[in-house]
């Protein structure tokens, strides 16, 4: 990553020079959602719902909610969307009962913040916030999958409802140990919404070690009324201290840009037209199964584990020249590697294929998703 520093932060005249670097955060102004608009997680589980952003409810915790793509955003930004969340049953956190909503960096995209390095680097966490919930919320910064993680811990005041706020936090990195250069998880940031006494601590600058979910006391309960709304977007990570006035502007991608790099962790195939072809080789393994060698987007972190898909009614098969449009029903996920899964796809009825025939699978309209499971961090 090359940045190139002018001005100082001091006369708040500092602009950053990015031409060459890719924003750390991806997909912080919540563009991408490959899985869908609307998400109602419920029950101890990491939960992706917006693509590289998860929802979190832990030790026991139910955290009942409707996560949204919106379309609201601070006006004058060239921001478009947002991720909303709203309870859907009021919960009073209690022992480690954890409501939080975070993103995750792989260990080997965040070494330039020089952790475990006698002088580590500054960094600064800027996002957009909005609720319809006054007072205190949290925001916890995570070491992850090493020896001693540790935390540090800030606050944030939501001062006006329904009002679209920048929040702005600066740190300096751990100097007592390094992240993992690997694509494993290396590092979190996690907005804290709700939060049971026996995780309460005090914010602090300093690394603690601890690998729990922490917040402060003063943490509001944003699950004491389904009326509630919690807003987020324009989530940037700069490495450098700034504020304010200082901080470079949010680095737009395109959507593309950013869809390529949100498929890294789900390589996702979505109807954009009726009767489009998934990519990669299918063969006729009987005169009821194609087996599909199907190709990934980009390379994913690591192999896929699974496959889901939308309804079997979305899906046809074929063979150019002598078959089409042949109802196709249940998929099973088979081998994979980091570049390409094969599928085996089942027709809905009878024998249409012969064996060894080349074949293709298709979705017949814009309701038709697939997308493969097991990249995420």
Not at 189 to 216: E, N, P, Q, R, Y
Request: proline share 3%; net charge negative.
């Amino acid at each position: 990553m090359a940045l190139t520093l002018h001005g100082t932060v001091a006369d708040n005249t500092v602009v950053l020079d990015r031409r060459s670097a890719k924003p750390l955060i991806i997909n912080g102004d919540m563009a991408v959602s490959q899985r869908g608009t609307s998400f109602s997680p419920s029950g101890n589980t990491d939960y992706y719902s917006i693509d590289r952003f998860a929802y979190f409810a832990t030790s026991g915790a139910t955290g009942d909610a409707t996560i949204t793509q919106a379309s609201d955003a601070p006006s004058g930004t060239g921001f478009k969307k947002s991720i909303k969340i709203s309870p859907d049953a009021t919960e009073t956190p209690s022992g480690t009962h954890n409501m939080c909503f975070g993103y995750a960096f792989e260990g080997q995209d965040v070494q330039v913040l020089q952790h475990g390095q006698t002088s580590p680097e500054k960094v600064t966490l800027a996002f957009w916030v909005k609720s319809s919930k006054t007072g205190t919320y949290c925001v916890q910064i995570k070491e992850e999958g090493i020896t001693d993680e540790s935390y540090l811990l800030f606050e944030y005041a939501i001062s006006s409802a329904n009002t679209w706020e920048k929040k702005i936090i600066s740190w300096t990195g751990n100097s007592a140990h390094a992240i993992n250069n690997d694509n494993t998880q290396g590092y979190r940031i996690i907005w804290m919404l709700a939060s049971g006494s026996s995780d309460h601590a005090s914010a602090t600058t300093s690394w603690t070690v601890s690998s729990s979910f922490k917040a402060t006391s003063n943490q509001v309960n944003f699950f004491d009324s389904t009326s509630n709304e919690w807003y987020l977007t324009g989530v940037q990570l700069e490495v450098g201290e700034f504020d304010a006035n200082s901080i470079a502007p949010f680095q737009h991608e395109s959507f593309g840009d950013s869809l390529l790099r949100c498929q890294r962790y789900l390589p996702a195939y979505i109807g954009t037209t009726s009767n489009f072809r998934l990519p990669g080789a299918g063969i006729a393994g009987s005169t009821t199964l194609v087996f599909l060698t199907l190709n990934h987007p980009v390379t994913t972190r690591v192999k896929p584990s699974g496959v889901v898909v939308s309804d079997a009614g979305h899906w046809s098969g074929g063979v150019d020249g002598i078959l089409a449009n042949q109802a196709m029903g249940s998929v099973a996920y088979g081998l994979s590697s980091t570049f390409a899964t094969r599928l085996t796809w089942a027709v809905a009825s009878g024998t249409p294929f012969t064996a060894r025939d080349p074949a293709y699978i298709e979705g017949t309209n814009t309701s038709a998703v697939l997308y493969l499971t097991g990249c995420e961090l």
